[in-house]
């Protein structure tokens, strides 16, 4: 992204270069201030509103002692404001504390479940991007006809369907009844593990396919809407009238433009694939970002929660950041109004 903008910066006009500097300077200063609002919040419901943390994570049955050791290990003897400084310098400097149940670093805990969680969001993607682009041009390049009709049905089955039951009838078919894959669980990405790199992509492959449905019906809409609209452009129907063919005029031509809309819903997509991990890593069983803040809410481990979620919403934020600034990079038509 850095790159990006320092080559639009080195190849527009100064004025030009001068107003996407501007629009970045504002976007990082929303970027910031999202951020800290965030946590704010997250920092507020889990610690601030009525209602002991230490209560919550040992029961009304435990005794005085143990809540006060609790309360202790917590640091909830000590002012709000304090507990937050001392949060967002342990989120800073990596410092997350240690989980009550697990009793191991939170951080440890993170990033062992971000190898599972973080290549499953990726695989997803991919997946959603191979489907609704080849849908998304396949239905405008045949208006109105056969195969329009086809993918924007099919599209509206994707988007009915819940991701969770789609997962449930993946499971009954290529696991129970064709036993091609497992059922759930991973296998790990270390072959010294018993797993190995072809077993954990073959473990994450039918999770993936479950939440890349919704998103890839979503955004074969999208890419739909935006190449017929290329399409009524006039440059379109100039490089029809210098003889260009249908198939060049849709891949030089309207494919470039048509482009730029769907790149920002992609980075929308991937932000809540991101964050939509929960239902599928517990249908899946896989030890991923999801199932551990639905075990530690479970286990009413608060530390975890409240740094897993602060975690997810920083990657949301990044990737709204980043979809911005490319939206304006990208396309020199917004150069002018970008400030």
């Known amino acids: 992204m850095a790159f990006a903008l320092a080559h639009a910066l080195i190849h527009t006009p100064p004025l030009a270069g001068s107003i996407i500097g501007i629009f970045f300077l504002k976007r990082l200063a929303t970027f910031v201030a999202t951020l800290v609002a965030a946590s704010l919040v997250i920092f507020?419901?889990?610690?601030?509103?009525?209602?002991?943390?230490?209560?919550?994570?040992?029961?009304?049955?435990?005794?005085?002692?143990?809540?006060?050791?609790?309360?202790?290990?917590?640091?909830?003897?000590?002012?709000?404001?304090?507990?937050?400084?001392?949060?967002?310098?342990?989120?800073?400097?990596?410092?997350?504390?240690?989980?009550?149940?697990?009793?191991?670093?939170?951080?440890?805990?993170?990033?062992?479940?971000?190898?599972?969680?973080?290549?499953?969001?990726?695989?997803?993607?991919?997946?959603?991007?191979?489907?609704?682009?080849?849908?998304?041009?396949?239905?405008?390049?045949?208006?109105?006809?056969?195969?329009?009709?086809?993918?924007?049905?099919?599209?509206?089955?994707?988007?009915?369907?819940?991701?969770?039951?789609?997962?449930?009838?993946?499971?009954?078919?290529?696991?129970?009844?064709?036993?091609?894959?497992?059922?759930?669980?991973?296998?790990?990405?270390?072959?010294?593990?018993?797993?190995?790199?072809?077993p954990a992509f073959k473990a994450l492959l039918l999770p993936a396919l479950a939440l890349a449905v919704v998103q890839a019906a979503i955004l074969a809409r999208i890419t739909r809407s935006a190449v017929l609209d290329v399409m009524r452009e006039d440059f379109v129907r100039t490089a029809r009238a210098k003889g260009l063919s249908e198939r060049q005029v849709l891949w030089r031509h309207v494919l470039r433009n048509a482009f730029v809309p769907v790149l920002t819903v992609m980075g929308l997509q991937f932000a809540n694939l991101l964050t939509g991990t929960v239902v599928i890593e517990n249908v899946f069983s896989l030890p991923g970002l999801g199932r551990l803040v639905f075990q530690a809410i479970a286990n009413r481990d608060l530390i975890v929660v409240r740094n897993v979620v602060m975690l997810l919403a920083a990657a949301v934020i990044v990737i709204n950041f980043v979809v911005d600034v490319l939206y304006v990079v990208i396309d020199p038509r917004l150069k002018g109004h970008a400030a």
């Open 44 to 198: 507020a419901v889990l610690d601030i509103l009525p209602g002991n943390a230490a209560d919550v994570m040992l029961g009304e049955s435990a005794t005085p002692q143990a809540r006060q050791a609790l309360i202790a290990k917590l640091g909830l003897d000590r002012p709000a404001p304090v507990r937050y400084a001392a949060w967002l310098k342990g989120l800073l400097t990596g410092e997350l504390g240690e989980s009550v149940s697990y009793s191991v670093p939170v951080a440890e805990l993170i990033n062992e479940r971000l190898v599972v969680t973080a290549p499953l969001a990726v695989m997803a993607m991919g997946l959603t991007s191979v489907f609704a682009l080849t849908l998304g041009i396949y239905a405008a390049s045949r208006h109105n006809r056969l195969g329009d009709v086809g993918v924007m049905g099919l599209s509206q089955i994707g988007i009915a369907i819940p991701n969770f039951w789609f997962a449930i009838l993946l499971i009954l078919l290529f696991a129970v009844k064709l036993q091609w894959f497992s059922a759930g669980g991973f296998p790990g990405w270390s072959e010294d593990a018993g797993g190995g790199l072809w």
